[in-house]
């Protein structure tokens, strides 16, 4: 089926003409089809540029290998991209998908995020998809007719509906979306977004010295693929034996992903995204046999390396500095640039907190500590 997209989707694919649509009616000056659009939107926003000095596991300053909130947001849409096109799906969604889950991420990753949502728990709280919807759909301020990025249902939709063992969206942003199911391009998300992090996340471990290759060689889905790439280069160095099985994992987990989630589409007889939304589950998943090897990996990661004790510290020092400055900010307010301190009188001044410290960088966040404490 050809859509406005120019090329091949199956029936089940969003397509941009089909789209529920944007909050404010625009003309536009150009014939580029509506995801492509959103997508193009999503990486000329400041919040995306934003993402290269935010923290996906080693804080910025850690060393300029290290993945960024950027590079990994790029590394999930690539997968995305390619997941898509093998299913027919529609590939701009995907991928601007992919780009924006984590516009809404604090600095200092994780532990960025549970703080703040610790200083807010009587404030409503922060959850990082929550606040990626409120930057698309508020914060960002690019054009003169409305606040926001004007984005069309389904990104902003998928936004809200990102769900990984990190992600899990309870809220009612998310009720205002509906109880069903996002679109395939939104579920895939969740998926690429595993895949890349989990195989990322050992390269840099590698790089850092905190994941010894001895202890890797215990983990069933590593040795598998580090044998593959041995018997079909035998005289490896170390080195290379770990970029191309980190690459021969990351197709490992595309192929179980497109495999399984081709073969219960084609079970479930899905032909539309109306059969997509009366589901009561996803319909782009791992297979029953890949998922305990991928849990044993998890395990691992997070044992090894999300725990080790070096990140440990620098998290301390996360902690520390947002502590800092939010109680910083609640007691002298006048700090905050004025668009904060406009949201402050109508939202409430934890809230306008909260959106500052979130639109923060690792580094503009350790430099302002400094100078303020």
Same mark, same amino acid.
């Given at each position: 089926?050809?859509?406005?997209?120019?090329?091949?989707?199956?029936?089940?694919?969003?397509?941009?003409?089909?789209?529920?649509?944007?909050?404010?009616?625009?003309? !536009? #000056?150009?014939?580029?089809?509506? +995801? %492509?659009?959103?997508?193009?939107? /999503?990486? *000329?926003?400041?919040?995306?540029? &934003?993402?290269?000095?935010?923290?996906?596991?080693?804080?910025?300053?850690?060393?300029?290998?290290?993945?960024?909130?950027?590079?990994?947001?790029?590394?999930?849409?690539?997968?995305?991209?390619?997941?898509?096109?093998?299913?027919?799906?529609?590939?701009?969604?995907?991928?601007?998908?992919?780009?924006?889950?984590?516009?809404?991420?604090?600095?200092?990753?994780?532990?960025?995020?549970?703080?703040?949502?610790?200083?807010?728990?009587?404030?409503?709280?922060?959850?990082?998809?929550?606040?990626?919807?409120?930057?698309?759909?508020?914060?960002?301020?690019?054009?003169?007719? !409305? #606040?926001?990025?004007?984005?069309? +249902? %389904?990104?902003?939709?998928?936004? /809200?509906? *990102?769900?990984?063992?990190?992600? &899990?969206?309870?809220?009612?942003?998310?009720?205002?979306?509906?109880?069903?199911?996002?679109?395939?391009?939104?579920?895939?998300?969740?998926?690429?977004?595993?895949?890349?992090?989990?195989?990322?996340?050992?390269?840099?471990?590698?790089?850092?010295?905190?994941?010894?290759?001895?202890?890797?060689?215990?983990?069933?889905?590593?040795?598998?693929?580090?044998?593959?790439?041995?018997?079909?280069?035998?005289?490896?160095?170390?080195?290379?034996?770990?970029?191309?099985?980190?690459?021969?994992?990351?197709?490992?987990?595309?192929?179980?992903?497109?495999?399984?989630?081709?073969?219960?589409?084609?079970?479930?007889?899905?032909?539309?995204?109306?059969?997509?939304?009366?589901?009561?589950?996803?319909?782009?998943?791992?297979?029953?046999?890949?998922?305990?090897?991928?849990?044993?990996?998890?395990?691992?990661?997070?044992?090894?390396?999300?725990?080790?004790?070096?990140?440990?510290?620098?998290?301390?020092?996360?902690?520390?500095?947002?502590?800092?400055?939010?109680?910083?900010?609640?007691?002298?307010?006048?700090?905050?640039?004025?668009?904060?301190?406009?949201?402050?009188?109508?939202?409430?001044?934890?809230?306008?907190?909260?959106?500052?410290?979130?639109?923060?960088?690792?580094?503009?966040?350790?430099?302002?500590?400094?100078?303020?404490?």
């Amino acid at each position: 089926m050809i859509s406005s997209e120019n090329y091949p989707l199956a029936s089940y694919a969003a397509r941009s003409d089909a789209s529920c649509g944007r909050r404010y009616p625009e003309v !536009f #000056r150009d014939s580029r089809p509506a +995801f %492509e659009r959103d997508r193009d939107r /999503i990486v *000329h926003c400041a919040a995306f540029r &934003r993402l290269e000095y935010k923290t996906q596991v080693f804080v910025n300053h850690e060393g300029d290998y290290y993945r960024t909130r950027l590079t990994h947001s790029i590394e999930v849409a690539q997968i995305a991209r390619g997941i898509a096109r093998r299913l027919q799906l529609n590939q701009e969604l995907a991928e601007g998908l992919a780009l924006a889950h984590d516009l809404g991420h604090t600095p200092f990753g994780h532990a960025g995020e549970a703080t703040l949502n610790r200083l807010m728990s009587d404030h409503g709280g922060f959850e990082h998809n929550r606040q990626s919807l409120r930057v698309v759909e508020f914060l960002e301020e690019r054009y003169p007719e !409305f #606040r926001g990025l004007n984005l069309t +249902f %389904e990104f902003r939709e998928g936004i /809200i509906k *990102h769900n990984t063992i990190y992600d &899990r969206p309870g809220f009612a942003e998310a009720e205002l979306y509906g109880a069903c199911p996002p679109t395939l391009e939104g579920q895939l998300i969740n998926l690429a977004d595993e895949i890349a992090y989990h195989n990322h996340d050992l390269d840099d471990g590698i790089e850092s010295g905190l994941l010894p290759l001895d202890d890797l060689e215990r983990v069933r889905l590593w040795a598998l693929t580090a044998a593959e790439v041995r018997r079909r280069w035998p005289n490896i160095d170390q080195r290379r034996l770990v970029l191309r099985t980190i690459s021969a994992l990351i197709s490992r987990f595309m192929d179980d992903a497109v495999l399984t989630s081709g073969r219960l589409l084609n079970a479930e007889r899905i032909d539309s995204i109306d059969d997509v939304r009366a589901q009561e589950r996803s319909l782009i998943v791992f297979s029953e046999q890949f998922e305990p090897l991928r849990d044993e990996l998890r395990a691992f990661l997070r044992c090894n390396l999300y725990e080790h004790p070096k990140l440990l510290q620098s998290r301390d020092e996360a902690v520390r500095s947002i502590n800092l400055l939010f109680e910083t900010f609640l007691n002298r307010p006048q700090l905050m640039p004025p668009k904060y301190r406009e949201i402050a009188d109508k939202e409430g001044l934890p809230r306008a907190i909260c959106d500052y410290i979130a639109g923060m960088t690792d580094r503009f966040a350790l430099e302002e500590a400094r100078r303020l404490g």
